[in-house]
């Protein structure tokens, strides 16, 4: 998202409306309860990572009939999912709502198929010579699945391994969205190059990237294994549009932010450091 953030004199203009009984001014309270809510879903997501990784590997399975079919369920975790993604990456314009709205896609039909109806599933098992019938819980983990059938690693195990494998990856994800969040929240004048913006220019797009990602490897389907590579490629693109716009806004002094700030991978922070001392020079 776009790393932009309130001119200074804005700030010390809501510094002198400060209440004369002393109380914290209106823009530092918005600020510390948007690190709130940001810290509050870096922690449910790690919880539930934790949670994932102290339970031992599923050997029991749910049968086909007693798994699918839930459409409560499907309504309640698209809608945990689709809060988490929108509320904390609010699109801004026209390109952004087209990318929202294709991400939403990619929830929605995960979701129904992990819960509802196994579309994948049902073309998958014929390949197989099985029946859709004969997958539960653990062998509708296709990756874990196919492992078994490999004779890699037991269901069990693998259905434990790709769970969380998946869920460290939501987790990291969705962390990533929630501080890119709190901090450029609100922005709008000031280029904003400090906190995670140190080390990455889109800590947002590459969390919800990463978020793609996790959720195929957790429970893959045809239809979002075909949407996944079309999502970070749109991701990528819109990037690409906000490094332009904000090269248009800041000039040089964008681009000496982005010469030494990678848009998605971390570089070391010796090499950061020999760049910056470079360009003192």
């Known amino acids: ?13 809501a510094e002198r409306e400060r209440a004369s009984d002393g109380r914290p001014r ?8 948007r690190w709130l809510i940001a810290f509050a879903a870096i922690g449910f997501w790690v919880w539930l990572f934790v949670v994932q990784v102290s339970m031992p590997p599923m ?3 749910l ?11 499907v309504f309640i975790v698209s809608g945990v999912f689709l809060t988490f993604v929108l509320g904390l990456a609010w699109p801004r314009g026209g390109a952004e709502w087209r990318n929202a709205g294709m991400y939403s896609a990619f929830l929605i039909s995960l979701f129904a198929e992990m819960f509802g109806i196994p579309l994948t599933i049902y073309a998958v098992a014929p390949l197989l010579h099985m029946r859709a019938l004969d997958f539960g819980m653990n062998e509708s983990h296709l990756w874990a699945y196919l492992l078994d059938r490999a004779h890699l690693v037991p269901l069990g195990q693998g259905v434990y391994l790709v769970m969380t494998v998946s869920m460290a990856l939501v987790a990291m994800g969705l962390a990533l969205v929630a ?10 004048h000031e280029l904003v190059t400090s906190g995670i913006y ?21 429970w893959p389907t045809l239809p979002t294994l ?18 332009q716009e904000l090269e248009g806004r ?20 010796a090499r950061g450091r020999l760049t910056e001392q470079r360009e003192q020079t």
């Not at 709190?182 to 709008?188: L, S």
Request: proline share 6%; aromatic share 14%.
């Open 1 to 13: 998202m776009q790393q932009i953030q309130p001119q200074s004199a804005r700030e010390s203009t």
């Open 26 to 33: 209106a823009s530092a309270i918005r600020a510390w309860v």
């Open 59 to 61: 050997e029991d399975s």
């Open 63 to 73: 049968p086909f009939e007693d798994w699918y079919g839930n459409w409560s369920n």
């Open 179 to 188: 501080v890119g969040w709190a901090q450029v929240y609100g922005a709008r």
């Open 198 to 218: 140190r080390f990455i220019r889109h800590p947002q797009y590459l969390g919800l990237m990463l978020v793609v990602i996790a959720l195929n490897i957790q």
């Open 226 to 243: 075909l949407m996944a590579p079309v999502l970070i490629v749109m991701y990528a693109r819109q990037a690409r549009r906000e490094d």
């Open 250 to 269: 800041f000039g040089e002094a964008f681009v000496r932010y982005a010469s030494r700030v990678p848009a998605f991978i971390p570089r070391r922070r």
